[in-house]
């Protein structure tokens, strides 16, 4: 299956959910302010939210007026464009390696299965991986991401459970550094911001990453249940605020009808989603594209 036809299978959902809405508006021949009305509340109900909605249609008014534009089925190419332009809002920086990416997020989002996937999709790149499992919380977190290290195909430095994770980091980084590595992703407990422990020993193992092996380059990637929809900005701006997030990786896309949840994500909080996961394989991560995602709902 090539990656359009993954992406357009697995936001299946989403596309059926936002088009029935979108076809429940425009459904007469002339734009009236009963359509502006119409289309906001398709859109907020869309998982888009109120404050990125509401820009959807100031811009759409605009764009509209701009080009003296009456009509709802050239209204309709425009709010398709208009939805293209603000996932390109926030462009996803270019891999500079090495590269050392840590992964964080709360418990049950699919953090350890992302980071198996990022794993295979940097092997396939034949870039040289390693994992490190700074998990040493949760019980079974070690020999899961164990077992991903095996469907991956790429090493991994582990500690036993209840070991201090930022010593794990340090380990992990040497390691990586002695055998040349192109790519080491850090795995964290799965963490709130009100625990407030947990996120200064995030801090630790950002600074002694950047302290050991300063050539690198740095992300940091927050993993988000599609599902949850407009609960996602509470957990970005949570972790945002706490440790700096670089970008986001959405899972269980396949599973949701909320997928509208990307553009408040880029528009409001400026922060680019690098991957999204479409199923449970080890191959189902997806770079985000925004062409073929908007191909993939409207």
Same mark, same amino acid.
């Given at each position: 299956?090539?990656?359009? %036809? *993954? /992406?357009?299978?697995?936001?299946?959902?989403?596309?059926?959910? #936002?088009?029935?809405?979108?076809?429940?508006? #425009?459904?007469?021949?002339?734009?009236?302010?009963?359509?502006?009305?119409?289309?906001?509340?398709?859109?907020?109900? %869309?998982? /888009?939210?109120?404050?990125?909605?509401?820009?959807?249609?100031?811009?759409?008014?605009?764009?509209?007026?701009?080009?003296? $534009?009456?009509?709802?089925? #050239?209204?309709?190419?425009?709010?398709?464009? !208009?939805?293209?332009?603000?996932?390109?809002?926030?462009?996803?920086?270019?891999?500079?390696?090495?590269?050392?990416?840590?992964?964080?997020?709360?418990?049950?989002?699919?953090?350890?299965?992302?980071?198996?996937?990022?794993?295979?999709?940097?092997?396939?790149?034949?870039?040289?991986?390693? +994992?490190?499992?700074?998990?040493?919380?949760?019980?079974?977190?070690?020999?899961?991401?164990?077992?991903? %290290?095996?469907?991956?195909?790429?090493?991994?430095?582990?500690?036993?459970?209840?070991?201090?994770? *930022?010593?794990?980091? #340090?380990?992990?980084?040497? &390691?990586?550094?002695?055998?040349?590595?192109?790519?080491?992703?850090?795995?964290?407990?799965?963490?709130?911001?009100?625990?407030?422990?947990?996120?200064?020993?995030?801090?630790?193992?950002?600074? $002694?990453?950047?302290?050991?092996?300063?050539?690198? &380059?740095?992300?940091?990637?927050?993993?988000?249940?599609?599902? $949850?929809?407009?609960? *996602? !900005?509470?957990?970005?701006?949570?972790?945002?605020?706490?440790?700096?997030?670089?970008?986001?990786?959405?899972?269980? +896309?396949?599973?949701?009808?909320?997928?509208? !949840?990307?553009?408040?994500? $880029?528009?409001? +909080?400026?922060?680019?989603?690098?991957?999204?996961?479409?199923?449970?394989?080890?191959?189902?991560?997806?770079?985000?594209? &925004?062409? &073929?995602?908007?191909? *993939?709902?409207?």
């Amino acid at each position: 299956m090539g990656l359009f %036809s *993954s /992406i357009k299978k697995g936001l299946k959902k989403t596309k059926d959910a #936002f088009l029935s809405k979108l076809n429940a508006v #425009f459904h007469g021949t002339d734009v009236s302010s009963d359509f502006y009305e119409d289309l906001e509340c398709a859109l907020v109900s %869309s998982d /888009i939210g109120v404050k990125t909605s509401q820009e959807i249609i100031k811009r759409l008014k605009e764009r509209l007026v701009e080009k003296h $534009i009456v009509r709802q089925e #050239f209204a309709r190419i425009e709010l398709k464009n !208009i939805l293209k332009e603000i996932l390109d809002e926030a462009p996803r920086e270019p891999y500079k390696f090495p590269l050392i990416i840590t992964v964080v997020g709360v418990n049950g989002v699919g953090k350890t299965t992302t980071i198996g996937k990022l794993a295979k999709y940097f092997n396939n790149q034949n870039k040289s991986v390693m +994992l490190v499992a700074g998990d040493t919380f949760r019980a079974g977190a070690i020999e899961q991401l164990t077992e991903w %290290s095996k469907r991956a195909d790429v090493k991994i430095v582990k500690h036993k459970e209840g070991a201090e994770a *930022s010593a794990v980091v #340090f380990d992990g980084i040497a &390691s990586a550094k002695a055998k040349k590595c192109d790519v080491l992703i850090i795995d964290t407990a799965g963490r709130l911001h009100t625990k407030v422990n947990l996120m200064e020993e995030l801090r630790k193992m950002g600074r $002694i990453a950047k302290r050991e092996w300063s050539e690198a &380059s740095f992300l940091n990637l927050i993993v988000l249940d599609a599902t $949850i929809g407009q609960n *996602s !900005i509470v957990q970005i701006n949570a972790f945002k605020d706490a440790v700096g997030i670089d970008g986001i990786v959405l899972t269980k +896309l396949d599973g949701t009808s909320k997928g509208g !949840i990307v553009f408040p994500i $880029i528009q409001e +909080l400026k922060v680019p989603i690098y991957y999204i996961g479409v199923g449970e394989g080890v191959d189902d991560l997806e770079e985000f594209d &925004s062409k &073929s995602f908007i191909e *993939s709902i409207i």
